[in-house]
């Protein structure tokens, strides 16, 4: 069964901490990972991942794949409370996407 | 419009009642999702259109839940008798021709409903 797997489901760390978050997938034919950023209720798109060893980064954000390993990170650094949310990873398969639960950081002042 | 629009954005019905949530997806986008997104999880896939066919139904967890999508354009998530495990947020999404789940930055999501059964 394809799977979308994130790690840890939370943290909490101090403002200016970096922080990494994973994801792990198995999923047939795979070819791309997305993360997104979950504030409320819309997920707002970060990246999408196609290539192994590439990262991709946006500001203090960035990502990188290894399609050997089969997983994601997602690494924010200098953290601000703005950052707070909840990190979601997803695995296109055909025309939906297979999501994993998410990571909900809390960024403290 | 300018984005995936969604009503209504909260509804509180009773355990036994049918509730219609309805999406109005960006205009010329021929694909929209359902998802639902239960307190705490990641998000589960409901249904697919393309246009006003909806090709794979079988995110759907039972048959008291069903959707219809008219003209192209706007869709009716419709909830029979609901539960209480029926309480989450129903994310709706919409993308344009020829792009969607696969670029995923093509992919564009309404505010949600969020519905509790009580």
């Known amino acids: 069964e394809d799977k979308v797997v994130q790690s840890p489901l939370s943290l909490v760390v101090h403002e200016g901490d970096t922080v990494t978050l994973n994801c792990s997938y198995e999923?047939?034919?795979?070819?791309?990972l997305l993360w997104y950023k979950q504030e409320k209720k819309a997920p707002t798109f970060l990246f999408m991942l196609t290539s192994s060893g590439i990262e991709k980064k946006s500001g203090r954000l960035s990502s990188i794949l290894d399609k050997k390993e089969l997983f994601s990170i997602l690494n924010i650094t200098a953290t601000q409370t703005g950052d707070s949310a909840v990190y979601l990873c997803a695995v296109p398969r055909n025309y939906q996407l297979i999501w994993g639960a998410g990571t909900k950081l809390i960024i403290k002042p | 419009g300018a984005g995936v629009s969604q009503s209504p954005s909260n509804k509180v019905t009773e355990k036994g009642k049918d509730v219609e949530l309805r999406c109005d997806p960006i205009s010329g986008h021929t694909a929209l999702y359902w998802y639902r997104q239960s307190l705490g999880q990641g998000l589960e896939f409901l249904i697919y259109?393309?246009?006003?066919?909806?090709?794979?139904k079988s995110g759907l967890p039972s048959d008291r839940f069903s959707a219809e999508r008219t003209g192209g354009s706007v869709s009716t998530l419709t909830i029979q008798r609901t539960q209480q495990e029926d309480s989450a947020v129903y994310l709706c999404?919409?993308?344009?021709?020829?792009?969607?789940?696969?670029?995923?930055?093509?992919?564009?999501f309404g505010e949600g409903s969020w519905l509790t059964v009580v």
């Open positions: 259109f393309q246009g006003n066919s909806a090709p794979d």
């Open positions: 999404a919409s993308s344009p021709p020829g792009q969607g789940a696969l670029s995923g930055n093509t992919i564009y």
């Open positions: 999923v047939t034919n795979f070819r791309s």
